[in-house]
């Protein structure tokens, strides 16, 4: 294997040419994002919509062709090769595996939108534009009662289930499979190497690597700034500090500060350690949502919508909207979701790849497609199930509860809240739950932003587990650094928009990482058939 790994001085461990590289990009990007933000927003708003108008198609087709390569590895005889050699075993137990890909792959997202996107889909007013649920329209669930709420629950499970996460599984597999078992760089250059060989330690290698890089620091920034300002809410609520940018950017200074600690202690250290205990607290919340909540109610919704689910999943991941109404809900909701998670998808693979040494295929498979899975349609259908009760059942009538009006205003955080206001009330018992939620909130940013900083020195080191400890200081404080230049100059929502037209040439990395290992693995099989010969 060539090595291109600096042997002394500053970047000693690291690849000099491709941090430098990756280090001038992101400055440039965010001089083009930050200060000429109007500039930037049109042009990302104006590509992401073309890709989104263009595309579609072949995003759905996409992202169903990964979800049927899993289901393949799991059934067929590859599932029982290790990630490593036939005698290696797990490093991680199963809870601390699980707990690690909860929350660096999905944590965040769920509480943010464990409310808000349920209630929308619920809503049959068209606030946005267009219709709020055309899968619940076509159901004939056309007004707000329970069986709209069900196919709510469904649309919200569906663009967080099995398709989103068999993204995360084809990365995950592809890296972990030619790091542990074929002795390459824990990199995206790998999944190249059956295709290109040893030339995947040349430009178009640090090609892929890059645009790993990239999305790592540009992913978690954007999720960082986006979201202290859910937490500033969260805070001025219990200790009734002012939510504005002041705010803001000490909770980025802090979490940072916390998320380059965490990194250099590694995956054994800070981010087992906090990822365990997002577990727990979770656990606590979702009791209290699940016991203080209408819980007979809630177990019948999960019954009937992992039913619904199990029986649509393929219709609807297969469905293509050619209704003028429906095209723009599908555009933006199911195509940015489809883009999201793929742009996502080097990053939390690369991280998943990291934990899953010694494991089958047919385990990491199963594994980082149903757990997660599984974890989130509690979680989605115990807070949004409480915030449409709530609204169903309405002293006034239903939809009258005040949160669907939140939602319209796309207060997210408030919609949280005020559901949780209504289980429990006031008073301590109230406060302290609300402080559950909110260190949630910041908790799993830094489990996010952590892991972030570990893959992409991971990346940057060429596979090197344990990257010099200095750069995972130095990328830690870029990512707060962009977070708050970006929040400032009023860029991060520009940055989003970027980030999901990014997606498009990220999808076709996920396909040649997937026909690389698959590849690898029909030859891997036919190698050993003419050993026995």
């Not at 937490?231 to 000490?250: C, F, H, W």
């Not at 590694?266 to 016991?291: A, Q």
Request: proline fraction near 3%.
């Amino acid at each position: 294997m060539v090595t291109e790994l600096a042997q002394g001085g500053f970047f000693q461990g690291m690849h000099k040419g491709m941090t430098l590289t990756a280090s001038g990009l992101v400055l440039l990007f965010v001089l083009f994002t930050g200060l000429g933000s109007d500039t930037a927003g049109s042009v990302f708003g104006a590509t992401r919509a073309w890709i989104e108008s263009t595309f579609s198609g072949y995003y759905l087709v996409t992202v169903m062709l990964l979800l049927v390569v899993c289901a393949f590895i799991v059934f067929s005889r590859y599932g029982s090769i290790r990630l490593g050699p036939d005698d290696s075993r797990p490093e991680f137990s199963n809870f601390a595996w699980f707990a690690m890909l909860f929350s660096a792959g999905i944590g965040i997202g769920i509480l943010f939108f464990g409310v808000a996107e349920p209630i929308f889909y619920l809503d049959d007013t068209g606030a946005f534009g267009y219709p709020n649920n055309p899968h619940a329209d076509m159901a004939g669930a056309t007004a707000i009662g329970y069986e709209r709420a069900i196919d709510a629950l469904r649309v919200t499970v569906f663009h967080w289930g099995l398709h989103g996460w068999a993204i995360y599984v084809i990365v995950g597999m592809s890296l972990a499979y030619f790091a542990y078992r074929k002795g390459l760089p824990l990199a995206l250059r790998s999944a190249l190497y059956p295709f290109i060989g040893e030339r995947i330690f040349g430009p178009i290698g640090h090609l892929f690597d890059i645009l790993g890089v990239l999305g790592c620091v540009f992913g978690v920034a954007t999720s960082l700034g986006l979201g202290v300002s859910q937490m500033a809410v969260g805070l001025e609520r219990l200790m009734g500090i002012d939510p504005g940018l002041n705010t803001q950017l000490m909770l980025i200074t802090g979490i940072s500060i916390i998320s380059i600690l965490s990194a250099v202690t590694g995956v054994h250290g800070g981010i087992r350690l906090i990822s365990e205990m997002n577990i727990w607290v979770s656990l606590v919340v979702v009791g209290v949502f699940l016991i203080g909540g209408p819980t007979l109610w809630l177990i019948m919704a999960f019954g009937e919508t992992l039913l619904d689910y199990a029986i649509n999943v393929i219709p609807m991941g297969l469905w293509y909207a050619d209704e003028e109404g429906a095209t723009a809900w599908q555009q933006g909701w199911t195509i940015f979701y489809w883009g999201w998670w793929l742009a996502w998808a080097p990053f939390v693979g690369l991280f998943i790849a990291r934990i899953s040494k010694g494991r089958t295929l047919r385990e990491f498979v199963l594994g980082v497609l149903l757990v997660p899975t599984l974890i989130i349609f509690v979680w989605l259908i115990i807070f949004g199930g409480n915030a449409m009760y709530q609204e169903l059942y309405a002293t006034s009538g239903p939809g009258s509860a005040g949160i669907i009006e939140l939602v319209n205003a796309w207060n997210l955080p408030s919609a949280l809240f005020a559901t949780a206001d209504n289980i429990v009330g006031g008073g301590t018992f109230g406060w302290l739950l609300s402080a559950m939620m909110v260190f949630l909130l910041m908790s799993w940013f830094v489990t996010s932003s952590d892991s972030g900083t570990l893959v992409l020195t991971t990346i940057l080191s060429l596979g090197d587990s344990e990257p010099p400890r200095r750069f995972r200081v130095f990328w830690g404080v870029v990512i707060g650094l962009v977070a708050a230049v970006l929040l400032v100059a009023g860029g991060l929502n520009a940055l989003q928009t970027a980030l999901i037209a990014a997606a498009l040439p990220l999808s076709v990395v996920v396909l040649v990482m997937t026909a690389g290992v698959l590849l690898s693995l029909f030859r891997e099989t036919l190698d050993a058939r003419r050993k026995r010969r």
